[in-house]
């Protein structure tokens, strides 16, 4: 089951912040959320599983609401170098995962 | 550490024929996955591969298959090959469980005529 993600696209200047929304309708397992640019393979951005634990390596916060089965992604004080397209994948228990239509991030000088 | 890598990267096929694509994971991961990019749907899981077992298998059809050797590395084979299948496949590997971070490599541009 496709997650859906919100929204589509989103253009900020440097310094501002926005939110990446990824929701599904079953319940999950774990949310990961990655970055892919132009031309590039997605690289891993952060895993959040069901009971709270995180994993992530950047500098990036993230939230599961595990009763929503939602998940949002803070891009905080944002930077040139968080352009790129930004994908939720959702696990089930059957640890499948399945992959979100992406949300284009365009952060101008 | 080398990374992930995906040969070959570039490849031109026509509708029937059949494609090997390989993946070698970084060193020391056991957990290979398969993804397919197409810009009409996005990214979909294929299959995982631990330990030379299939654990986890996508919704695509049987001609697509794949297998894992004794060293990690792992193929993906996609017999009769149709226009559809033009995409980017993407591999990525992962130390161990399904919670690990997944590394991807670049990737193989799969074209077919």
């Known amino acids: 089951q496709q997650p859906v993600q919100s929204p589509q696209a989103v253009i900020l200047r440097e310094g501002e912040d926005a939110v990446i929304n990824c929701s599904s309708s079953?319940?999950?397992?774990?949310v990961h959320w990655y970055r892919q640019k132009h031309g590039e393979a997605p690289v891993f951005l952060m895993i959040l599983l069901k009971g709270g634990e995180q994993k992530g390596h950047e500098k990036i916060s993230a939230s599961f609401n595990e009763k929503k089965q939602q998940s949002s992604l803070y891009l905080t004080a944002s930077q040139l170098s968080y352009s790129g397209t930004y994908f939720c994948g959702t696990a089930e228990y059957d640890y499948k995962l399945s992959f979100g239509a992406g949300t284009t991030v365009t952060v101008r000088a | 550490k080398a990374g992930v890598t995906q040969t070959p990267r570039y490849l031109i096929k026509t509708r029937g024929q059949q494609v090997t694509l390989s993946c070698s994971p970084i060193?020391?991961?056991?957990?290979v996955s398969w993804y397919q990019q197409t810009p009409g749907q996005g990214l979909q899981f294929l299959f995982e591969y631990f330990s030379e077992t299939q654990r986890n298998k996508g919704n695509f059809p049987g001609r697509f298959s794949g297998r894992q050797f004794s060293n990690s590395r792992s193929e993906m084979n996609v017999s009769t090959l149709e226009l559809g299948d033009s995409a980017l496949y993407l591999c990525a590997s992962s130390l161990e469980v399904h919670t690990d971070t997944q590394y991807f490599g670049p990737g193989t541009r799969l074209t077919v005529l």
């Open positions: 079953k319940a999950l397992y774990s």
């Open positions: 060193s020391g991961h056991r957990s």
